[in-house]
Structures are given as structure tokens and as C-alpha cells.
């Protein structure tokens, strides 16, 4: 099973569908015309060079299908995701392709403008769908015999693991449970089925290649809990866990399937499919305009820079980023070289270490610019979470174990916290822009992003930003 290989099937019989869609429907209209089956009835296409299209339509096609948010899981899909997304993709590239690309058509009667839209329409739903639904069988028999499996880790050997587990041999048969992971607590699943504990947790995810991993503890503490997701992130695989009063009242616990249990996923994001597909085109397409626009302020900077101390324009930092993995964050160097010496330290608005041109780039927030290359290579977003280095993160599990879940989404450039803290010079103000963080993950929208950005560019042109 490899999400990739199904990933770029999907996009190829999409292009071959959008291929056959509008080549027969050429011939169709070109039939209509010459022919005159419908009493010399016009059937209205743009007018545009066909053989161009041929290559154009395709392409669109695949791209609106990406924004559409089609080929972010496409092994989870279901049959009814299929038809709705099939269903509503089709009828948004048929209507853009009658009401922009038919400007300078020669005007038709309504009656056969839209009869040849609904053409253009059926054969693209039902084209797209049957090959698709080739696809989608395929998947659906793989799992059903057993060829592919989802192996599944339950950690916890109670009483609720013991009913999760029953849960999966009889409704899930998609997953295969391997086994259970001992975590001190009472023994009520079979003792040959136990594969080890969290210290060997490494060796049994390579060892049995698990995919998922459900985290089932009897009255656990959320400390525990947390510190068990916390070790998980790294394996790149799916986090479960059984929710608790707080999951249930804010709509965070999901149910998969209505024969099992509600869990709350940790690695999946609280955002619809197209939206999350449209938020990370969004970060592309305007972190390049971004960067194009202000490069000359970029050299400007890079100069000044240069001028006002000694040292490296730019300053490379590891960072945690989604699923708890580090990168490098890109700035502006804002500090004489070696403030640091090594050793972590937060930093202030009276910062000694801090350039007096570096101020300025804090108070306008101008450092953060060459993050827009972060963001382009997928490291960060536009708007998420402030990403932070280890050294601080293992203090604030201390009191805060629950950090592990920004791990789920890209850190950001702005949010809501940095928004509402500014400079966290202490690990309570970390702690307290995490809790801003926490809810803007919960109620990730491209609205509420634009409406941060919004209030990010208020900051930066008023100077707040240390």
C-alpha cells in the first residue's frame, strides 16, 4: 500500500477522463453542427483552439480537484466523498468554462447554451466517476482481501482497550490489530498478545509496520496521556486516543465509523479537505509574490544589515514543525554574533543582545520576511502556531502536556497567539500563547486566517511588533 502510487493513479485517470470528456465532447458539437441531428441546433462551446484545449482542459481540471481537497487522503475516501466530490467539481469547471472562457462567443439562444452546458457537465461527472470508481474498487478489494491492511497498535491493556480492540476485529476491517502495548496499568487482554512496553515502542512500530496507533488508557491522567502522543509523533503515524468530557463538548471527538467508539484524532486536521488544500495553495502562490515584490527591500536590509555588525546576514534556528519534526526557520539576523553561546535564551524588548538595527526589524517585524521561504518549501504556513525550539518545548510539556497537539498543523509565520502575547520572553507567556494557539487550531477556518493576517499587517504597520 503506497499512498503516493494511489495518489498519482487518481491524477492520471483524472487527466485522462478530462482528456476523453473534451474530445468527445468536440465531436459531439462538431456533429451537431455539420450534421444537424437537432434541426441545425448550435451547441455552444468557448471558441478557442481545440487541440490547445485538449492539453488546457486536463490541466484545469486536475487543479481544481486539487483545491477541491480530492487528493489529500485518498485512501480514506469513501464512496459517498467520491460521487460529492465528483458531483460538485464537475459542475464548478463546467460553469467556469461556459461563463469565462465564452467571452467573445457569438450570443446563442438561452435554451441551447444550457442544454449544451448540461452536455458538457453529464459527460464530465460520469467519465471522471467511473474511472475513479476503478480506483476506488480496487482499494475496496485490496483491503477486503486482506492483499492491503492498516496495522493498528493499541497502547493500554484495560478494560476500554479491551473493548477497542473488539471494536476492530468486528467493524474495522480495514485494520489489523497487531497487538497491545503495556503501560503499567491493569492486565485485561491477552498476555500473548502483548508486544512490549513504551520503552521498546521504536522497535515494535518498525518491527510490524504500524500505520495507526490508539492510545486507550483506563482513568489516565492527561499528563500520561500526552507523554505517550508526545513519543508517537515522530513514527509519521496515525494518533488516536479515547476523548475525554472536554474532546466530546467541543466537537473533537469523530466518529470514523458508527460502529466504533468516537477518538480523537491527533493527526488530522480540524480543517476541511478543500480548505486545507486552498490554505497551503494560498501560502505558495502568496509567499512567491511576497518574496518578488519585497525583494529589493531584501537587499536593502540584507545590506544594512551587514553594515550595522559583524556577522551572517541571515540566521538559521531548529525549530519543531508539524508531526514534531525539526527544520531550520529562516530570519534576519537581529543579535551580535554569539549571544547566545550555545545556551538558550529568551529574548526581550530591552535585550542587550539585540542590534539597533536589529530593533527595527523586531519592532516592524521585518526579520521574519525570509520566512516566506520557509513557507514555500512546506515547512511553515502563513498563518499556524509560532514554532519553538525543543529546549523550550520540554519545559512546557511540564505544565502543559497538551503542546503535542499543535503538531498536527505547520507552524506559522503569524497567529492568533503571537497576535495576542507579542514576544513571549518567559515560559508562562509560552505557555500562555499556547493556549491561543490551542483555539485557533480548533477553530481553523480560511476566514479566521485571513482575519489574523489582517490584524498582523495592523501590527506591522504600527510598529507593536516587540
Known amino acids: 500500500m503506497n499512498k503516493n502510487t494511489i495518489f498519482r493513479k487518481y491524477i492520471l485517470f483524472d487527466m485522462m477522463a478530462a482528456f476523453i470528456v473534451w474530445f468527445g465532447f468536440v465531436i459531439f458539437r462538431k456533429a451537431v453542427n455539420d450534421i444537424e441531428i437537432f434541426d441545425s441546433m448550435r451547441i455552444l462551446i468557448p471558441k478557442f483552439n481545440y487541440f490547445s484545449s485538449l492539453i488546457l482542459f486536463p490541466i484545469v481540471c486536475v487543479f481544481v480537484y486539487y483545491l477541491s481537497g480530492f487528493y489529500l487522503s485518498p485512501i480514506k475516501k469513501t464512496k459517498i466523498s467520491l460521487v460529492f466530490n465528483t458531483l460538485s467539481t464537475s459542475i464548478i469547471i463546467s460553469i467556469s468554462v461556459f461563463f469565462i472562457l465564452k467571452l467573445g462567443d457569438v450570443l446563442?439562444?438561452?435554451?441551447?447554451?444550457?442544454?449544451?452546458?448540461?452536455?458538457?457537465f453529464s459527460l464530465l461527472f460520469f467519465v471522471t466517476f467511473i474511472l475513479r470508481n476503478i480506483i476506488f474498487t480496487q482499494i475496496q478489494n485490496n483491503f477486503k482481501t486482506k492483499k492491503w491492511t492498516i496495522n493498528t497498535l493499541i497502547i493500554g491493556t484495560g478494560e476500554n482497550a479491551k473493548k477497542i480492540a473488539a471494536d476492530i476485529h468486528e467493524f474495522a476491517p480495514r485494520n489489523t490489530l497487531v497487538g497491545f502495548i503495556s503501560t503499567n496499568q491493569h492486565i485485561l487482554v491477552p498476555k500473548d498478545e502483548i508486544l512490549g512496553n513504551m520503552s521498546q515502542i521504536s522497535e515494535i512500530i518498525e518491527k510490524y509496520d504500524i500505520k495507526e496507533s490508539y492510545v486507550i488508557l483506563d482513568n489516565a491522567e492527561d499528563y500520561q496521556i500526552f507523554n505517550i502522543i508526545n513519543s508517537l509523533y515522530k513514527f509519521n503515524i496515525d494518533i488516536r486516543f479515547t476523548p475525554r468530557l472536554y474532546e466530546i463538548l467541543t466537537g473533537s471527538a469523530k466518529i470514523a465509523k458508527l460502529e466504533l467508539n468516537p477518538l480523537v484524532s491527533i493527526t488530522d486536521s480540524s480543517m476541511p479537505d478543500w480548505q486545507a488544500s486552498l490554505k497551503r495553495f494560498s501560502d505558495i502562490v502568496l509567499s512567491f509574490i511576497a518574496l518578488t515584490i519585497l525583494f529589493p527591500i531584501l537587499v536593502y536590509l540584507a545590506v544594512r544589515i551587514k553594515a550595522d555588525s559583524k556577522g551572517p546576514i541571515f540566521y538559521k534556528q531548529e525549530r519543531i514543525g508539524r508531526f514534531g519534526l525539526p527544520f531550520n526557520i529562516l530570519k534576519f539576523r537581529t543579535m551580535f554574533l554569539g549571544s547566545e553561546n550555545g545556551v538558550p535564551k529568551l529574548s526581550s524588548s530591552d535585550d542587550e543582545r539585540i542590534t539597533s538595527f536589529g530593533r527595527i526589524l523586531r519592532k516592524y517585524r521585518l526579520d521574519e520576511i525570509p520566512q516566506?521561504?520557509?513557507?514555500?518549501?512546506?515547512?511553515?504556513?502563513?498563518?499556524?502556531?509560532?514554532?519553538?525550539?525543543?529546549?523550550?518545548?520540554?519545559?512546557?510539556?511540564?505544565?502543559?502536556?497538551?503542546?503535542?497537539?499543535?503538531y498536527k498543523i505547520r507552524p506559522g509565520l503569524t497567529s492568533w497567539g503571537p497576535i495576542k502575547i507579542g514576544y513571549s520572553d518567559s515560559i508562562e507567556k509560552m505557555i500562555e500563547r499556547l493556549n491561543f494557539d490551542i483555539i485557533y487550531m480548533e477553530n481553523m477556518s480560511l476566514l479566521t486566517d485571513i482575519k489574523i493576517m489582517i490584524y498582523t499587517i495592523e501590527i506591522i504597520f504600527k510598529g507593536k511588533g516587540v
Open 108 to 120: 446563442v439562444s438561452y435554451k441551447y447554451f444550457y442544454f449544451s452546458l448540461l452536455v458538457l
Open 372 to 406: 516566506f521561504w520557509n513557507i514555500l518549501k512546506g515547512d511553515m504556513s502563513l498563518v499556524g502556531p509560532r514554532p519553538e525550539r525543543k529546549f523550550y518545548i520540554n519545559q512546557i510539556i511540564d505544565d502543559a502536556p497538551y503542546y503535542c497537539l499543535l
